[in-house]
T-cell receptor, first 110, second 113 residues
Framework: SQQGEEDPQALSIQEGENATMNCSYKTSINNLQWYRQNSGRGLVHLILIRSNEREKHSGRLRVTLDTSKKSSSLLITASRAADTASYFCATTGTASKLTFGTGTRLQVTL | EAQVTQNPRYLITVTGKKLTVTCSQNMNHEYMSWYRQDPGLGLRQIYY???????DKGDVPEGYKVSRKEKRNFPLILESPSPNQTSLYFC????????????FGEGSWLTVV
């Protein structure tokens, strides 16, 4: 069963705008990670936030976590065409199992 | 360079013909896993392994087998492939510390006709 559900499924913005993607999950987690996937390629780890953290930054990425609402958001500021990709959240709970959501497809146009 | 290597990258095969997708990592990671990715369903875990000779079922293990005889290798075996196993497959690994970065292979496109 899917643990994470991303919203929106698809997002189209212009270069320079900010992109926000949301992830909701169902059960308690130890941490939540965001991954990026270029079309047909492997996933690349972006950022990890632990269950006792509320916000984390990495370059143009900002991740928030609200465990009371079982949700997380990924903000990409000043987006570039090269940010065009699919973005997945993934949660780790019991048994070290990493469970992925269905992803958000981001299209950044010039 | 840290790498997870899968082979083959692309394969078209026929129903019932056994095939193996190999996976190898050079990071001495204990944990390895296989996922399949299908449109609208995201990534679903097939099998995972916490260490040598330790394997467990993921969410969609039916029709697949795995083995972990060595730390670096984690092959995925389709004994009798069927068309519903047409998918993009990813192998991944990380060290034992939960929450550490998972490294993914580049994917194997498998078509069963």
């Amino acid at each position: 069963s899917q643990q994470g559900e991303e919203d929106p499924q698809a997002l189209s913005i212009q270069e320079g705008e900010n992109a926000t993607m949301n992830c909701s999950y169902k059960t308690s987690i130890n941490n939540l990670q965001w991954y990026r996937q270029n079309s047909g390629r492997g996933l690349v780890h972006l950022i990890l936030i632990r269950s006792n953290e509320r916000e984390k930054h990495s370059g143009r990425l900002r991740v928030t976590l609200d465990t009371s609402k079982k949700s997380s958001s990924l903000l990409i500021t000043a987006s570039r065409a090269a940010d065009t990709a699919s973005y997945f959240c993934a949660t780790t709970g019991t048994a070290s199992k990493l469970t992925f959501g269905t992803g958000t497809r981001l299209q950044v146009t010039l | 360079e840290a790498q997870v290597t899968q082979n083959p990258r692309y394969l078209i095969t026929v129903t019932g013909k056994k095939l193996t997708v190999t996976c190898s990592q050079n990071m001495n990671h204990e944990y390895m896993s296989w996922y399949r990715q299908d449109p609208g369903l995201g990534l679903r875990q097939i099998y995972y392994s916490m260490n040598v000779e330790v394997t467990d079922k993921g969410d969609v293990p039916e029709g697949y087998k795995v083995s972990r005889k060595e730390k670096r290798n984690f092959p995925l075996i389709l004994e009798s492939p069927s068309p519903n196993q047409t998918s993009l497959y990813f192998c991944a690994s990380r060290d034992r510390t939960e929450g550490n970065t998972i490294y993914f292979g580049e994917g194997s496109w498998l078509t069963v006709v």
